[in-house]
Structures are given as structure tokens and as C-alpha cells.
């Protein structure tokens, strides 16, 4: 079992940044990839990116590939999403998810994740 909790949401003017943080409890952080995603008003779910259980490699979505960086602290037990030149397309629901079922599994996913957060809200205003 994982709980995972985000945070760092808000509203944020086009051309700005944000740092979103997901904080994990329960089974052992460093043993299972992380994923964040995003749900805005009337469209499915979608993958942002993921990063691997040891940190050392990730992956993004086109739409926010060289404007959104993951990174993670397996001492902590957290991994953030830094988003910066945001645009209002950027705005939804945004969710941190773990790979437990694909526990040490050398790789990284769009799908499949099986624990999630409960989500924070990012708006971006034009």
C-alpha cells in the first residue's frame, strides 16, 4: 500500500511556473517508479511524466516535454513536477501516481499506475 499526497497548486498567470510536490508513505519509496498526470474539465486523464525508482532517467509528454521537469528525493519520499512557461492549456487537475505493480522494473510507463493522489488544481490565466 502507498498514500500519496500532493501539493503546490494554484493560479498562475501564462509564462509562469509552478512546483507541484508529492509526498508517499507506506511501501518503500526507492523501489518503484513515479508518475504525474493531469485531468482538465471535460477530458480524459492524461500522462505528464514519469521518472524511474532510482531518479535516473524520465520521461515526458510532447506537450510539455522541455518545459516540465521531474525529480525526486528517495530520502524524502517525495517527487516534485517543475513546470514553467505554463499556458492556459496547461490547466487541470494534476496527480501523482506510483508504479508499485512494476515494483525494480527496469523502464517507465504511461499506464498501468496503481496509486494515486487525490490531486491539486492548477490554473493558468491568459
Known amino acids: 500500500q502507498v498514500q500519496l499526497v500532493e501539493s503546490g497548486g494554484g493560479l498562475v498567470q501564462a509564462g509562469g511556473s509552478l512546483r507541484l510536490s508529492c509526498a508517499a508513505s507506506?511501501?518503500?519509496?526507492?523501489?518503484?517508479?513515479m508518475g504525474w498526470f493531469r485531468q482538465a474539465p471535460g477530458k480524459e486523464r492524461e500522462f505528464v511524466g514519469a521518472?524511474?525508482?532510482?531518479?535516473?532517467?524520465?520521461l515526458y509528454a510532447n506537450s510539455v516535454k522541455g518545459r516540465f521537469t521531474i525529480s525526486r528525493d528517495n530520502a524524502k519520499n517525495t517527487v516534485d513536477l517543475q513546470m514553467n512557461s505554463l499556458k492556459p492549456e496547461d490547466t487541470a487537475v494534476y496527480y501523482c501516481?506510483?508504479?508499485?505493480?512494476?515494483?525494480?522494473?527496469?523502464?517507465?510507463?504511461?499506464?498501468?499506475?496503481?496509486?494515486w493522489g487525490q490531486g491539486t488544481q492548477v490554473t493558468v490565466s491568459s
Open positions: 507506506g511501501r518503500t519509496f526507492s523501489t518503484y517508479a
Open positions: 501516481a506510483a508504479d508499485l505493480r512494476r515494483e525494480r522494473r527496469v523502464g517507465l510507463f504511461k499506464t498501468g499506475y496503481d496509486y
Open positions: 521518472i524511474t525508482w532510482s531518479g535516473g532517467s524520465t
